[in-house]
Nanobody, 119 residues
Framework: QVHLVESGGGLVQPGGSLTLSCVAS????????MGWYRQALGKERELVAG???????DYGGAVKGRFTISRDSAKNTVYLQMNSLKPEDTAVYYC?????????????WGQGTQVTVSS
């Protein structure tokens, strides 16, 4: 079983910054792509950013130029640096990872962490 644990969420003022972290732990062969999704109240879950083991990154249009995703594959950890935060960024942020395990490969999700941008 693989567990994804996020940290770093909270309340921040508009224009501020916040960094999220997510660590994968448990029994598995390796981790492929890792990323972040978010879901605002009353809206569908959307891609924030994803990153491959080769550090190829992809961003959702709403955050491009403001957020930066990075990873430390040796530690099975992915980060999301969020700058110039807007109230529209308020959402539950979910970490995900592609788990490569013997006979079973699958996407795993974290429990989610609340990010609230408000003055």
């Amino acid at each position: 079983q693989v567990h994804l644990v996020e940290s770093g969420g909270g309340l921040v003022q508009p224009g501020g910054s916040l960094t999220l972290s997510c660590v994968a732990s448990g029994t598995f062969g390796s981790i492929g792509v890792m990323g972040w999704y978010r879901q605002a109240l009353g809206k569908e879950r959307e891609l924030v950013a994803g990153i491959s083991r080769g550090d190829f990154a992809d961003y959702g249009g709403a955050v491009k130029g403001r957020f930066t995703i990075s990873r430390d594959s040796a530690k099975n950890t992915v980060y999301l640096q969020m700058n110039s935060l807007k109230p529209e960024d308020t959402a539950v942020y979910y970490c995900n990872a592609y788990v490569i395990s013997s006979g079973r490969n699958y996407f795993e999700w974290g429990q989610g962490t609340q990010v609230t941008v408000s003055s």
